[in-house]
């Protein structure tokens, strides 16, 4: 794996693809296609690694499952970016910056997504980066189509697309 790149307006350079590692199976619906019809426009495609949801007695030893099936799951020397509340919850232009800033490591880079019970803090210590979409809670299946919107706007930004409409008052 490598990481998730844009074309810049000029410049040659290769594009390259990240994975996502999430827990839990997408099934046909609207979050479905919500992250289809983001993943889509991403040159190219993300990978997408789905592990089952864990069962157990209580939260903490669901988290603890699923978090030693995420790190099993996780490419090796990966940069990892935990998506959780507590990371960092840049804007747009910040997180275009942050995805070049992850490509000059050379690292393939992989986003984990945690399910219902979020994620153990195994995984969070692992992480390179704690990433937040904001201060609101966001189902996990929900997740993935938000992710891939934002790594779309973010390889519209690096390329100088209009998508963005960075002109719009924040």
């Not at 099934?27 to 864990?54: C, D, I, M, S, W």
């Not at 966001?138 to 891939?148: K, T, Y």
Request: net charge positive.
């Amino acid at each position: 794996m490598t990481t998730c790149r844009a074309r810049r307006k000029g410049a040659a350079t290769t594009p390259r693809g990240c994975t996502i590692l999430a827990v839990g199976r997408l099934k046909p619906g609207p979050e479905r296609a919500l992250f289809e019809q983001h993943a889509a426009r991403l040159r190219p495609t993300p990978a997408v690694v789905e592990l089952p949801e864990a069962q157990g007695a209580n939260a903490a030893e669901i988290r603890r499952r699923e978090g030693a099936a995420l790190l099993a799951a996780l490419p090796a020397g990966a940069f990892a970016v935990a998506l959780d509340l507590g990371g960092a919850a840049p804007g747009s232009e910040g997180f275009a910056a942050l995805l070049e800033r992850w490509e000059a490591t050379a690292r393939p880079l992989a986003f984990l997504i945690g399910g219902a019970e979020g994620l153990d803090p195994a995984v969070l210590g692992r992480a390179d980066h704690l990433l937040s979409l904001g201060p609101m809670t966001w189902p996990h299946f929900l997740v993935r189509g938000l992710l891939a919107e934002a790594l779309y706007r973010a390889q519209a930004i690096r390329a100088g697309h209009p998508y963005h409409r960075g002109w719009r008052p924040g």
